[in-house]
């Protein structure tokens, strides 16, 4: 059975909505602790025992294993010390003390948190007083509850047993992906300066032309937040159409080359996704792999990748037929075709194994057309 997968949740300090916004009181706690409901012992009103009607427990416990399911995936999140501490305080710094629900579905009125601290010491932290034995760096809070509804019916019921918390973090792994692309980009924008290269080549056909402008549009629904200005007039070039030097070839090879990894077809709000549209894709990565070559500029590899995948003559291919057509639709072509290597058949896309596009030069392909009984590249004037 595979293992589930581990995921730490960070805070992303430059998101106007990160970290916690409410605590919730909830039958369930994800982190598995219940909270105590504090009795007046010192307190007295007219020489008459009172409630002091406050519930007290951990909010967040660091490095704890909490079990999530989506879906079919199972997997596990953790919030390190550093998070957990974080969270706190920006949860009173963003005055959300007075934010609270019920089972995260229901607004409450009439809670607030009145205590909050991080436990520093195993033995002598108050908590101890109550029966829990929590680790150091554990998020506590305690909240009065003026609300007789709640008190009397969940509280002292026992319906609710802990907190939880409701908030918006991210996923560390992908952060720092994000973040090496960006600085990819940054590299990348300060050699786009220094460029004199007079040579330029535009024959990258319609398939890198028609991911750039797949990037615009995304780029766009995410409020322009992926990639560096570099990545953005990279991408309004392509779609244009536009010659490249051959040292912008060399770094969209290079950032293409590198940024795949990050690319998620079916996470269109990942800026890894769209950074790699804008630079073309993966069209552009084989166009830019093969110009190279052509050129003189890339020494021809070979080698077997893994059971799906192996690379010969610096090209990828498929160990399927239906892998080879897939990736031929985002290169602009149809089909496929055969190579023998190591004993065994890969497939690459496309029918031909040729550098020579579809289409003539200020004219791209937009589908294909039906021609004395076959199936050919539909070229039109380019705009």
């Known amino acids: 059975m595979e293992e589930a997968q581990i995921i730490e949740l960070i805070i992303d300090e430059e998101s106007d909505i990160a970290g916690i916004q409410a605590i919730s009181i909830v039958d369930n706690p994800a982190i598995e602790e219940d909270f105590i409901a504090l009795k007046s012992q010192e307190v007295k009103l007219a020489e008459v025992d009172k409630d002091k009607k406050i519930i007290m427990g951990p909010a967040l416990i660091p490095n704890k294993k909490i079990f999530r399911k989506f879906g079919e995936q199972e997997y596990f999140i953790y919030f390190s010390e550093h998070t957990v501490k974080k969270a706190s305080e920006l949860f009173l710094t963003k005055g959300n003390q007075n934010n609270s629900t019920l089972e995260h579905e229901i607004k409450l009125n009439g809670l607030s948190v009145v205590e909050s601290w991080i436990i ?29 509804d709640v008190w009397n019916n969940y509280v002292k019921s026992g319906k609710v047993k802990g907190f939880s918390i409701e908030g918006h973090f991210i996923d560390a792994i992908k952060y720092e992906q994000d973040q090496e692309l960006e600085a990819l980009s940054i590299i990348e924008e300060l050699t786009d300066i220094l460029e004199v290269d007079m040579a330029t080549y535009g024959d990258y056909g319609s398939g890198v032309r028609n991911n750039a402008k797949r990037g615009i549009e995304l780029n766009k629904k995410v409020n322009n937040k992926c990639a560096t200005s570099v990545g953005k007039v990279r991408a309004q070039q392509l779609a244009r159409g536009e010659k490249l030097s051959v040292s912008t070839i060399k770094r969209m090879y290079s950032y293409l080359s590198r940024a795949e990894t990050y690319y998620d077809p079916s996470d269109s709000k990942a800026c890894g996704t769209i950074s790699y549209l804008l630079w073309g894709g993966k069209a552009a990565l084989s166009w830019s792999r093969n110009k190279l070559r052509e050129l003189g500029e890339l020494e021809l590899k070979s080698m077997i990748v893994d059971e799906e995948y192996a690379i010969i003559g610096d090209r990828l291919a498929y160990s399927t037929i239906e892998s080879a057509e897939i990736a031929a639709e985002d290169f602009g072509c149809q089909g496929y075709h055969e190579h023998e290597f190591e004993g065994k058949i890969w497939y690459m896309p496309c029918e031909k194994h040729s550098l020579k596009l579809p289409c003539q030069e200020g004219y791209e392909q937009i589908g294909m057309k039906d021609k004395d009984g076959r199936k050919v590249p539909n070229c039109v004037p380019i705009k």
């Open 120 to 148: 520093e010491d195993e033995k002598q932290d108050k908590s101890n007083k109550y029966g829990f034995n929590l680790p150091i760096g554990t998020w506590m809070v305690s909240m009065k509850v003026n609300n007789d």
